[in-house]
């Protein structure tokens, strides 16, 4: 609508413009009654929520807008969602490895700048897909952990192209009905194990329990993080979406953690000085351009203490360059650059053999971030983005420095592994509404109710479940509880709620910010147990019951399960839109039959595409 001069009363004088002042005071309660409507939609942590009562959901399948707005105005008369029966159309057949948000097919609409187009991307409402994804013909349950290191079903991830550019090089091997991972890659021709040893004997924390968690940058299939699992230390294999590959499919399909991500534009959705080590073997990430923005990323995410490992070009460059298709000169002035900007980073070279060199990040505040400014090159960062945010957060060009709060988060000031699981870290006192108290009351919990679990789901702790996703942790308490299982899980904290993440790190664990309005950053097929626990009553305001329950049908295999603990308010449409998606759920009561909750134990099943 316009308005123009003449729509505009005159103003009223005397007594009108008193009446004014009712108004404008009712207008002032509103505002202030709205502020704290907001605080409570952005304040959205499992532990803040004991006292908030259940949301509705956006969207109640089954019935219409005005239906929604008619029963809105009567009295409530139940304490559940009502849902009408609902069913999910499969997905075309070429959406077998569908991506949503890192999906080829929309590629062209981005940029090329520093590859950012194979960032997230996610599609837009109308643009959502509301399908079943299908698995490719021939799919079958995998091969059990520990023997899925070795070997997967060809069917599972038929992809020939990566097995014929990369068989010379002994990623992977078509053998029969299965591909087999023989342990080799670019970087270590005498298989991985050799190399693992080489850099143990290069890194003594590699060996004590000192390094325990890991970031694989450009991972290939995951070899480097495969064999690591068996030395203790718990590795986050990360590779872009790409249409060939499919290494973090591959990754996942061995049992080994991995997610789709790429260093370019967005910081990675991890808290600072989260990780133990970062690894790059010929990753063919451009370290030295941009000004080292990529480097400093590296920087970040990484404790005091922490250490950055480097294999291929440009370390060994003068036994190496004839390889390289470049030149000696070319190769150590690349070297000479780099060794340059690590140690204005405050990296020291910490060892170098052979093909391996190692830089150590500064273990604590010391002189070297001192001599930083906002002028200098690189820049110290300032205090106007909080360096543990991680969600569609821009790279800045400039070093994070240890905070001064933090006494004990240096990689030598933490308790080895597997002290550091139980003990509460310092960073907790940091995180809204936490405690060194509550985390031990949390641990105590999750030893309960995993158990609890475990009757409910005989084949958790088995070799029937491998790959765990829990999709709104606070402390990993359910991760630390399972820890002596044949398991690892992603502990996914809400980017939209008390960012607990870096003590989920701290205690030697593995997760990433995530917001359960989008798709995670996986291939479909890639989890064998999700397990929620009030998801649905912390984000039910935000996000759409039903694309989220869609989102953890594409990422859960074929004969997965899902524990879904939540309100009763909410059970009744999670179960009907569960059996829309061919699911088969039982309700069960939590180990406390007082508890409100209520708990779903849900199977997915195995069928074929009708395309």
Same mark, same amino acid.
């Given at each position: ?114 590859? @950012? ?46 097995? @014929? ?131 400093? !990323? ?23 360059? *004839? ?60 205090? @106007? ?40 870290? !310092? ?103 999700? *397990? ?6 912390? !984000?039910?305001?935000?996000? !759409? ?67």
């Amino acid at each position: 609508m316009k308005y123009s001069k003449e729509d505009k009363p005159e103003r009223a004088g005397g007594a009108g413009a008193g009446g004014r002042a009712v108004p404008v005071a009712l207008l002032v309660i509103l505002l202030c009654a709205f502020s704290f409507y907001l605080g409570g939609v952005y304040s959205t942590g499992r532990s803040l929520l004991d006292s908030i009562q259940p949301a509705p959901t956006l969207l109640t399948l089954g019935t219409t807008a005005a239906q929604q707005s008619s029963a809105l105005a009567q009295p409530a008369q139940s304490t559940t969602t009502a849902v009408a029966a609902v069913s999910f159309p499969e997905c075309p057949a070429d959406f077998q490895d569908y991506t949503p948000c890192t999906d080829p097919r929309r590629w062209r609409r981005y940029g090329n700048y520093r590859l @950012s187009f194979m960032e997230r991307h996610c599609p837009p409402p109308p643009e959502r897909q509301q399908c079943l994804v299908p698995p490719p013909k021939g799919y079958k349950p995998p091969i059990r952990w520990p023997k899925s290191k070795d070997q997967c079903w060809y069917r599972n991830v038929p992809y020939d192209w990566i097995n @014929s550019q990369k068989s010379n090089q002994h990623w992977l091997a078509k053998d029969g009905d299965r591909f087999r991972f023989p342990g080799g890659g670019t970087m270590f021709p005498n298989g991985v194990g050799a190399y693992v040893d080489a850099m143990r004997g290069l890194i003594p924390g590699m060996r004590d329990g000192t390094v325990r968690t890991a970031l694989d940058t450009g991972c290939g299939v995951a070899s480097w993080g495969g064999d690591l699992l068996g030395r203790g230390i718990l590795t986050v294999s990360l590779a872009p979406r790409d249409n060939h590959e499919a290494q973090v499919q591959f990754a996942l399909e061995r049992g080994i953690p991995a997610i789709l991500g790429i260093i370019s534009t967005q910081r990675l959705p991890f808290p600072s000085a989260a990780f133990d080590m970062a690894h790059c073997s010929r990753c063919l990430i451009p370290w030295t351009e941009f000004g080292g923005l990529y480097l400093l !990323e590296i920087h970040r995410v990484l404790r005091p203490g922490g250490f950055w490992v480097l294999s291929g070009p440009p370390i060994n460059y003068e036994n190496r360059w *004839h390889g390289w298709n470049t030149t000696v000169q070319a190769q150590k002035a690349d070297f000479d650059r780099l060794k340059k900007m690590l140690a204005a980073m405050c990296f020291k070279l910490y060892n170098i053999k052979g093909d391996i060199a190692v830089w150590q990040k500064s273990p604590d505040a010391t002189a070297c971030y001192d001599k930083l400014t906002p002028i200098t090159t690189p820049a110290k960062c300032d205090d @106007s983005v909080d360096p543990d945010a991680a969600w569609y957060v821009p790279m800045r060009p400039c070093v994070t420095a240890p905070s001064a709060r933090y006494k004990k988060l240096g990689l030598n000031a933490t308790p080895k592994w597997p002290q550091r699981l139980t003990v509460a870290p !310092e960073r907790i006192n940091v995180v809204p509404g936490s405690s060194a108290g509550a985390f031990k009351q949390d641990d105590a919990k999750w030893k309960l109710r995993a158990k609890h679990y475990k009757t409910l789901l005989p084949a958790l702790g088995t070799d029937k479940i491998r790959n765990i996703m829990d999709m709104n942790t606070v402390y990993g308490g359910f991760a630390a509880s399972i820890i002596k299982d044949p398991v690892w899980v992603m502990n996914v904290v809400s980017s939209y709620g008390p960012n607990s993440l870096g003590v989920v790190y701290d205690r030697g664990l593995i997760g990433v910010n995530h917001d359960w309005c989008e798709a995670f950053s996986t291939y479909p097929r890639t989890y064998d147990l999700l *397990h929620l626990d009030g998801l649905f009553t912390a !984000e039910s305001h935000r996000c !759409e019951m039903k694309f989220v329950l869609l989102e953890m049908d594409r990422i859960l295999r074929p004969t997965g399960y899902a524990i879904i603990r939540e309100s009763t308010y909410f059970l009744d449409s999670v179960a009907a839109i569960a059996k829309g998606m061919r699911w088969s759920c039982e309700r069960r009561n939590p180990e406390n039959k007082t508890d409100k909750d209520k708990i779903l134990i849900c199977q997915k099943k195995l069928w074929a595409g009708k395309q």
